[in-house]
């Protein structure tokens, strides 16, 4: 099946010229806009997305193909079956976004795709290097007998998808349209980073499951966007990695198993409770709860 993705490259670059321009025309004092550094890390982290995507692709398709081979089920690849292909996939899609916001060993993988402050269409280009933690969110589509090009291809037209709704030049849309679809409203909010509209917004093309499992939030203010706390490099393999290096560190400075599997698979914003033995004989302080505070998009 086509390769959606290569084949809207030179749709991409078009529309990134056009915005650009746009901003040179009519300048936007309330916008994030361009910024050239971050407009060239977020274009050379999509390009070598590609590269690593490639590398990635040869023990995942693998798996798939076993998977596939072992059910017994086929779904035949006709025009209604891929429509229902793309909607089974952008629901498994919305649980691996979820997931990749609250474990933060995934989100060390998806916080690349925040790190800009920015929010234009070079920001959708900004894509991980390691996205080897989403496969297997996607093997029950496989094993319900859906071949693995197949997925490919449903999962390439949920990236174009996304490509048009980073963007602040395009407002509301009709209501029906932002009830059910995912629109550039709704995915500014995503990608904010103010407390309110952390952690939502789900979505890949449909809405709608972020109305049904209760993620979703509309913009009612301006967003800031980034993280929570903000990296301050374009080196494209510091934002590749640099979460992973931090979990190294707070591995390195755990102090038992418990903290360890914290650090690594509960949200990005937890701490591990005060130790109650130290401080021994001081009074009291207060201290986080024992399950730490929410998971928030944050890098250390």
């Given at each position: 099946?086509?390769?959606?993705?290569?084949?809207?490259?030179?749709?991409?670059?078009?529309?990134?010229?056009?915005?650009?321009?746009?901003?040179?025309?009519?300048?936007?004092?309330?916008?994030?806009?361009?910024?050239?550094?971050?407009?060239?890390?977020?274009?050379?982290?999509?390009?070598?997305?590609l590269?690593?995507?490639?590398?990635?692709?040869?023990?995942?398709?693998?798996?798939?193909?076993?998977?596939?081979?072992?059910?017994?089920?086929?779904?035949?690849?006709?025009?209604?079956?891929?429509?229902?292909?793309?909607?089974?996939?952008?629901?498994?899609?919305?649980?691996?976004?979820?997931?990749?916001h609250?474990?933060?060993?995934?989100?060390?993988?998806?916080?690349?795709?925040?790190?800009?402050?920015?929010?234009?269409?070079?920001?959708?280009?900004?894509?991980?290097?390691?996205?080897?933690?989403?496969?297997?969110?996607?093997?029950?589509l496989?094993?319900?007998?859906?071949?693995?090009?197949?997925?490919?291809?449903?999962?390439?037209?949920?990236?174009?998808?996304?490509?048009?709704?980073?963007?602040?030049?395009?407002?509301?849309?009709?209501?029906?349209?932002?009830?059910?679809?995912?629109?550039?409203?709704?995915?500014?909010?995503?990608?904010?980073?103010q407390?309110s509209?952390?952690?939502?917004?789900?979505?890949?093309?449909?809405?709608?499951?972020?109305?049904?499992?209760g993620?979703?939030?509309?913009?009612?203010?301006?967003?800031?966007?980034?993280?929570?706390?903000?990296?301050?490099?374009?080196?494209?393999?510091?934002?590749?990695?640099?979460?992973?290096?931090?979990i190294?560190?707070?591995?390195?400075?755990?102090?038992?198993?418990s903290?360890?599997a914290g650090?690594?698979?509960?949200?990005?914003?937890?701490?591990?409770?005060?130790?109650?033995?130290?401080?021994?004989?001081?009074?009291?302080?207060?201290g986080?709860?024992?399950?730490?505070?929410?998971?928030?998009?944050?890098?250390?």
């Open positions: 099946m086509p390769d959606v993705v290569l084949w809207s490259i030179p749709a991409f670059i078009l529309l990134t010229v056009v915005e650009i321009v746009s901003y040179r025309i009519h300048p936007d004092e309330d916008a994030a806009g361009y910024e050239t550094k971050d407009a060239a890390t977020s274009i050379g982290m999509g390009l070598g997305s590269v690593f995507d490639a590398l990635w692709k040869i023990p995942i398709v693998a798996i798939y193909a076993a998977v596939y081979e072992l059910t017994p089920l086929r779904v035949p690849v006709v025009w209604w079956t891929v429509l229902l292909m793309l909607l089974g996939q952008d629901f498994f899609y919305y649980w691996s976004h979820r997931g990749h609250v474990i933060r060993i995934l989100w060390a993988c998806h916080v690349v795709h925040h790190s800009s402050k920015k929010f234009n269409l070079s920001t959708a280009l900004r894509q991980p290097w390691t996205s080897w933690t989403v496969w297997p969110f996607y093997v029950p496989i094993a319900l007998g859906v071949h693995p090009a197949a997925l490919a291809f449903c999962s390439s037209a949920n990236l174009v998808y996304q490509f048009w709704i980073h963007t602040e030049r395009i407002g509301k849309l009709p209501r029906p349209v932002e009830f059910v679809f995912n629109t550039p409203s709704h995915h500014r909010v995503h990608h904010a980073s407390g509209y952390l952690d939502r917004n789900f979505g890949g093309i449909l809405i709608v499951w972020d109305r049904l499992f993620s979703f939030t509309p913009e009612t203010e301006p967003c800031v966007f980034g993280l929570t706390k903000n990296i301050s490099t374009y080196n494209p393999l510091r934002v590749a990695t640099h979460e992973y290096a931090a190294g560190r707070d591995l390195r400075a755990a102090r038992n198993w903290e360890r650090r690594v698979f509960r949200g990005p914003g937890w701490r591990p409770a005060e130790d109650p033995t130290e401080g021994a004989g001081l009074p009291e302080q207060p986080p709860s024992p399950d730490g505070p929410p998971a928030q998009r944050v890098t250390s």
